[in-house]
Structure formats: C-alpha cells, structure tokens
Nanobody, 124 residues
Framework: QVHLVESGGGLVQAGGSLRLSCAASGRTFSDSALGWFRQARGKEREFVAAISWTGGKTAYADSAKGRFTISRDNSKNTLYLQMNSLKPEDTAVYYC?????????????????WGQGTQVTVSS
C-alpha cells in the first residue's frame, strides 16, 4: 500500500517555475515506479513524466521535454517535478502515481496508487 500526497501547486505567470512534491508513505515506495500526470479542465488525464524505482531511468511527454525534470529521493519517500518555462497550456491538476514492483511506467492504467492532485495555474 502506498499513500501519496502532492503539494507545491499554485498560480504562476507564464515563464515562471514551480516545484511539485509528492510525499509517500508505505513500504513499497522505494521499489515503485513513479509518475506525474495532469488533467486540464474538460480534457483527459495525460502523462507528463515517469521515473524508475532507482531513479536511473526517466521518461517525458513531448510537452514536458526540456522544461520539466522528474526526480525522486527514496530516503525521504518523496517524488519531485521541477517545472520551468511554464506556459498557460500547462494549467491543470497534477497527480503523482505509484506502480509497485514496476520498472518505469508511462501508461496511467498501470499505476495502482494515486494522489489527490494539486492545481497548477499558469497565467498569460
């Protein structure tokens, strides 16, 4: 069982930065693949970034490449998403997710645990 709580969302101007955090509890965090997804109003949830349980492998959506960086600190049971050069189209609720005993996962249906989400709003 993994319990996830996101934080760090907020309102930022276009071009600005935010760092999202996802605090996890549970015994399987360190051997779970982790990911960030987002859902804009009226749209389906979409993949943003994923990281392997060791942190050695990462994957990004094209929209996130070069601007977002996913990382994890297994000693703190925390997942991060550094978001730079934010655009209004990045506005969404951002969710972290965990897939125990998986390598790296980019498909939402493969994740077993989800946080409640944190709102990111980018103004133009």
């Amino acid at each position: 069982q993994v319990h996830l709580v996101e934080s760090g969302g907020g309102l930022v101007q276009a071009g600005g930065s935010l760092r999202l955090s996802c605090a996890a509890s549970g015994r399987t965090f360190s051997d779970s693949a982790l990911g960030w997804f987002r859902q804009a109003r009226g749209k389906e949830r979409e993949f943003v970034a994923a990281i392997s349980w060791t942190g050695g492998k990462t994957a990004y959506a094209d929209s996130a490449k070069g601007r977002f960086t996913i990382s994890r600190d297994n000693s703190k049971n925390t997942l991060y998403l550094q978001m730079n050069s934010l655009k209004p189209e990045d506005t969404a609720v951002y969710y972290c997710a965990a897939a125990p005993h998986a390598s790296i996962v980019v498909v939402s249906s493969w994740y077993d645990y989800w946080g409640q989400g944190t709102q990111v709003t980018v103004s133009s």
